[in-house]
């Protein structure tokens, strides 16, 4: 069964730092895209970070600079390293996982943790 399992999540004054994780099992990881979204309250999922099969990357323009994805095939994870949190990140934030079995898209989520960024 897929699963994906958020954690890393928390509270942190604006200008620090957090990693989140995303553990994954029940599919082949390393064949995988993955994404980190964000959810704030009242706002629409947004798209914060890919990752592809052979690590390329891409961001939000609002987090480039300061936000790293990365991934560790033989732990079967994802990451996000965030730096030099704003107020304004705060949100849930979610794993979400896309692979394709002879062109049929597969996508799951995980269950989101919760990042606030507060004084």
């Known amino acids: 069964q897929v699963q994906l399992v958020e954690s890393g999540g928390g509270l942190v004054q604006p200008g620090g730092s957090l990693r989140l994780s995303c553990a994954a099992s029940g599919f082949t990881f390393s064949s995988s895209a993955m994404r980190w979204y964000r959810q704030a309250p009242g706002k629409e999922r947004e798209l914060v970070a890919t990752?592809?099969?052979?690590?390329?990357?891409n961001y939000a323009e609002s987090v480039k600079g300061r936000f790293t994805i990365s991934r560790d095939n033989a732990k079967n994870t994802v990451y996000l390293q965030m730096n030099s949190l704003k107020p304004e990140d705060t949100a849930v934030y979610y794993c979400?996982?896309?692979?394709?079995?002879?062109?049929?898209?597969?996508?799951?989520w995980g269950q989101g943790t919760q990042v606030t960024v507060s004084s």
């Open positions: 979400n996982a896309r692979y394709y079995i002879r062109s049929i898209a597969y996508t799951y």
């Open positions: 990752i592809s099969s052979s690590t390329s990357t």
